[in-house]
């Protein structure tokens, strides 16, 4: 049962570019709208999406979730939305940032640049920056459009309006496209939007989803359930060897044997395609079941195997097999023979 279940979650993570495009497809099935900048307005329309994606695009089949909030926090009606909230919460506690990673059109497309050829760089000395993006969530969603009212009495949904770059990109470019009336009307607000727009782009060619990890607040909101959420990452503790790699191949800078439910993690899989030990899965379940590892090796070492196994009588002996050692693997070990850099699947 086990090594169908660990099989099934390599299959999931391995399809995971199709699962994000067919995401994208399903958020966004009115192509025909686009040419001539209509607007989808039927019924579905008054559903939240899980990803991040614009109302305003004419191909949307329905309504993105912050613009959701914001319009409940802003408006003269509603001090409170059950149905929104109610909605959001859900789906973090059912998924967690599983939908950053697999559902959400913008982070696929963060994705998709970042496969352009250039010179990568490493976020993990950028940490700090992961929490602007919550106090983008408490500001700009929650707080500016309740407390400050414009003339009309309502509150500006201050992140769609002033910060959102998928609303540029789904939004105002197609509408500006197709309408006159609309590119007369564009003006600093845009340029400014723009200009973030451009900045997304340029840095997600050099950084691995940088709007996802700094500035996104819905990845703030599901992330605050990534700890509860039914689907978790599980790492088998008898198989683990320690070996460091699934730490290595981590484009969110995070370390599932330390933390597998770390608020950064968006359960895109590398870790699991990339573990040679075949210790790290997909786990769906209402009791916690993952194995917290510290680490098993000594400290500072990264890479060191751990072959020690406790057997049945309580003793715990050094393995034989352990022969030699070579940069990061030890070749004689039966756990981690395989654990070279050439075989490390990303994709």
């Known amino acids: 049962m086990v090594s169908k279940k660990r099989s099934l979650s390599g299959r999931i993570s391995s399809a995971r570019i199709w699962l994000q495009a067919a995401a994208t497809f399903f958020s966004n099935p009115f192509l025909t709208n686009m040419p001539v900048g209509r607007l989808y307005t ?9 990803g991040l994606n614009c109302y305003s695009c004419p191909a949307a ?12 926090s802003g408006s003269s009606r509603f001090s409170f939305s059950f149905y929104v909230t109610g909605l959001l919460v859900l789906m973090g506690v059912f998924l967690g ?32 920056l992961r929490y602007f993006k919550y106090v983008i969530l408490l500001a700009a969603v929650f707080l500016l459009p309740a407390v400050i009212a414009n003339a009309a009495g309502l509150g500006d949904p201050y992140f ?48 691995y989803r940088p709007f996802c990890k700094w500035l996104c607040p819905l990845g703030a909101f599901y992330a605050l359930f990534n700890r509860i959420s039914l689907l978790s990452i599980n790492v088998d503790k ?8 699934c730490a290595d191949v981590c484009d969110m800078d995070v370390d599932v044997t330390k933390a597998p439910d770390h608020n950064e993690c968006i359960r895109c899989g590398v870790c699991i395609r990339n573990c040679p030990a075949d210790a790290i899965s997909y786990r769906y379940s209402l009791k916690p079941g993952h194995d917290n590892l510290q680490a098993q090796t000594s400290k500072g070492n990264k890479y060191k195997c751990s072959s020690t196994r406790t057997q049945k009588g309580g003793n715990t002996n050094e393995n034989p097999k352990i022969t030699d050692r070579d940069d990061d693997t030890h070749h004689g070990c039966m756990h981690c023979s395989m654990l070279k850099r050439r075989h490390i699947r990303r994709l």
């Open 42 to 50: 039927g019924g579905l329309k008054k559903v939240c999406l899980p």
């Open 61 to 72: 089949s329905g309504a993105c979730p912050i613009g959701a909030m914001q319009a409940v």
């Open 97 to 128: 940032r599983f939908i950053c990673g697999f559902l959400c059109p913008f982070g696929w497309f963060q994705e998709l640049l970042h496969k352009v050829p250039s010179k990568k760089l490493s976020t993990e000395k950028l940490k700090p």
């Open 160 to 207: 769609c309006k002033y910060i959102c770059p998928q609303g540029v990109l789904e939004g105002a470019v197609p509408l500006a496209l197709t309408d006159s009336s609309i590119r007369a009307a564009l003006g600093r607000l845009f340029t400014w939007k723009a200009s973030i727009l451009l900045m997304v782009i340029i840095l997600s060619i050099i950084f």
């Open 238 to 245: 008898d198989k683990c060897v320690s070996c460091g790699i």
